[in-house]
């Protein structure tokens, strides 16, 4: 194991990076919109440090793996002067298999959003209160968190493929007797498509070999300039517990250091994303457990192994690895924050939209009942995977 310093001091600035970033997505769209931000938080629980701002107060609170952006009217009309740490609020908190990023937004349940007053509607919130601007300025603002975590992992990718390159999709092997040789594939061949997914690099292709569940694959393949198909079923390895198509690949390499770059860095956030999104169909459809989960302590020890495997190749490749952890735990953020759940952002947005379409506001009480439920879960299933964590080092 590493100094236990180093790899703290790594955790902390890959967390608040990632969570700056989303965070920061949600003040400028909101600002940008007429919301006003009362606190802008990095970390979650008893406050460790408070700048006060004109408009926003800056927070560092004391566990370092969440963040917050709370928006003028989360407090009740007696309340609006500040946030202190100690009142009481309605949370909006996601869970991003990783890491907890909490981000606050509520209103008084005493309010209506419309009164009529001279016999003309208007509005019952303040300027500058969350709910007070447009929908369509409120789901940007809550949108722009898991897009600017997007925007993040596309500049970490930058860094990375300028200098290591990108992946091909080309078979450099094929197993005898395995289902890619039987179906006509040859070392050789470069993969483009499967199940209709284009694949750019040969990790794509690897997150759907390792993530499949035996049904049969629609693969695209060029040899020699011509196009062809093929249709196989993976094969199960009682050794392994799971399918093999039965090649490998990922030893063709080409230099992205020139304009190159900006198409293979999407390529790389395309990757994460798509691997996160199959990693979670994988765990929706029970093909995954518990054990597959990480938290903070899981990240902290995948962090302090990867230090201990690169250190000996030296700091510029330890700091490229710190970089692309920090590129796949971006993605991940972002796209588990968009999941349709209470309290995650995909859960407010499913308010939002129905706002949007239906002209009518889901009373601010019963909202806000739903996404405390959606809390508590959270932090039930957090608890659940911090504990798995710790229990590994002892199984």
């Known amino acids: 194991m590493n100094s236990p310093v180093l790899t703290i001091i790594s955790f902390l600035i890959i967390f608040t990076v990632v969570v700056v970033s989303h965070e920061f997505g949600h003040f400028l769209i909101a600002r940008i919109n007429g919301i006003r931000v009362l606190e802008f938080s990095i970390g979650m629980g008893p406050v460790l440090f408070r700048k006060k701002g004109k408009n926003t107060d800056l927070t560092i609170r004391l566990l370092p793996f969440g963040g917050a952006c709370m928006y003028d009217g989360m407090f009740d009309s007696g309340e609006e002067d500040g946030a202190d740490g ?3 609020t309605e949370s909006e908190s996601s869970e991003a298999g990783e890491f907890v990023e909490e981000e606050k937004v509520s209103v008084s349940s005493e309010k209506d959003s419309e009164e009529i007053k001279d016999g003309k509607k208007e509005s019952a919130y303040r300027d500058g209160e969350f709910n007070a601007a447009p929908v369509w300025g409120r789901i940007a603002a809550i949108f722009a968190g898991p897009l600017f975590n997007v925007i993040l992992a596309y500049i970490l990718g930058l860094f990375i493929v300028w200098f290591c390159g990108a992946d091909l999709p080309i078979v450099t092997d094929v197993s005898e007797g395995m289902p890619a040789m039987e179906a006509g594939i040859e070392a050789g061949d470069e993969i483009i498509s499967i199940n209709g997914h284009r694949t750019h690099l040969w990790r794509e292709i690897m997150v759907r070999s390792y993530m499949s569940t035996g049904g049969k694959m629609n693969i695209v393949y ?19 517990k799971r399918y093999y198509i039965g090649f490998s690949g990922g030893g063709d390499y080409i230099a992205c250091n020139n304009f190159r770059v900006f198409q293979y860095s999407w390529y790389e956030v395309r990757y994460w994303l798509d691997a996160t999104v199959q990693g979670l169909k994988y765990m929706v459809t029970g093909h995954a457990s518990v054990d597959d989960l990480s938290g903070p302590v899981g990240i902290a020890n995948v962090i302090d192994d990867t230090i201990e495997d690169t250190r000996k190749d030296g700091a510029f490749i330890v700091i490229l690895n710190m970089v692309n952890i920090a590129l796949l735990l971006s993605v991940n953020l972002g796209v588990m924050n968009l999941l349709p759940l209470p309290a995650l952002d995909g859960g407010r947005l499913l308010f939002l939209f129905f706002e949007a379409v239906s002209g009518k506001r889901v009373p601010p ?28 080092f002892f199984r």
């Open 86 to 88: 100690d009142t009481d």
């Open 222 to 240: 060029e040899r020699n300039g011509e196009r062809k198909t093929a249709e196989l079923t993976p094969k199960w390895s009682d050794e392994d």
């Open 365 to 392: 009480e019963k909202e806000g009942l739903v996404h405390l439920v959606g809390f508590i879960l959270l932090m039930i299933l957090m608890v659940v995977v911090l504990y798995n964590d710790i229990t590994k």
